[in-house]
T-cell receptor, first 121, second 114 residues
Framework: AQKITQTQPGMFVQEKEAVTLDCTYDTSDPSYGLFWYKQPSSGEMIFLIYQGSYDQQNATEGRYSLNFQKARKSANLVISASQLGDSAMYFCAMREPRYNAGGTSYGKLTFGQGTILTVHP | DGGITQSPKYLFRKEGQNVTLSCEQNLNHDAMYWYRQDPGQGLRLIYYSQIVNDFQKGDIAEGYSVSREKKESFPLTVTSAQKNPTAFYLC?????????????FGPGTRLTVL
């Protein structure tokens, strides 16, 4: 089963409008972290925003906010006032506590397939 | 400026050759990771290291090897045993290994096997 599902292969938005990128996750662990990354055409992965499973409030970072619905296991990214520079691939990721053979936690990060966002002028 | 550097940005290799990708960080992070990304796909974990002189296999370690002799450095060798090595390789690091720690990434190396 997919741990992280991003159902929108591509999204289009008009400049200055808001857009929501969907992400659902699957875990039975009560402790986990949810991350969103932006990957422009240059390839580097840019960290955008983090939401912890125990956080009571939705995370916000500038124009980025995370609509966290724990019961539905969804963590949608909302970008307000879209800019042309927001055109990129966006990945949702989840980090769960995992333990290697030696019993040490290493917090494995699992990525979704990504959503390509195109901002039109 | 603190960050993660990867070199080279582009790498071409003939079939049957081993090649080593460099990853250096000056963030004083303990944990480092290597990921592989294929076109239109998410990232898959190759190897990770939580401390100097220790590393563990990720989900797709076959055909790859790593070393961690210094805290700042975590080079990845793509061996001739790796059947489909053409991909984009990303190195990452975190200050710790908790599920709350954010992974920061380098700019990546694009490997092409000719």
């Amino acid at each position: 089963a997919q741990k992280i599902t991003q159902t929108q292969p591509g999204m289009f938005v008009q400049e200055k409008e808001a857009v929501t990128l969907d992400c659902t996750y699957d875990t039975s662990d009560p402790s986990y972290g949810l991350f969103w990354y932006k990957q422009p055409s240059s390839g580097e992965m840019i960290f955008l925003i983090y939401q912890g499973s125990y956080d009571q409030q939705n995370a916000t970072e500038g124009r980025y906010s995370l609509n966290f619905q724990k019961a539905r296991k969804s963590a949608n990214l909302v970008i307000s006032a879209s800019q042309l520079g927001d055109s990129a691939m966006y990945f949702c990721a989840m980090r769960e506590p995992r333990y290697n053979a030696g019993g040490t936690s290493y917090g494995k990060l699992t990525f979704g397939q990504g959503t390509i966002l195109t901002v039109h002028p | 400026d603190g960050g993660i550097t990867q070199s080279p940005k582009y790498l071409f290799r003939k079939e049957g050759q081993n090649v080593t990708l460099s990853c250096e960080q000056n963030l004083n992070h303990d944990a480092m990771y290597w990921y592989r990304q294929d076109p239109g796909q998410g990232l898959r974990l190759i190897y990770y290291s939580q401390i100097v002189n220790d590393f563990q296999k990720g989900d797709i370690a076959e055909g790859y090897s790593v070393s961690r002799e210094k805290k700042e450095s975590f080079p990845l060798t793509v061996t001739s045993a790796q059947k489909n090595p053409t991909a984009f390789y990303l190195c990452a690091s975190t200050s710790g290994s908790s599920y709350t720690d954010t992974q920061y990434f380098g700019p990546g190396t694009r490997l092409t096997v000719l």
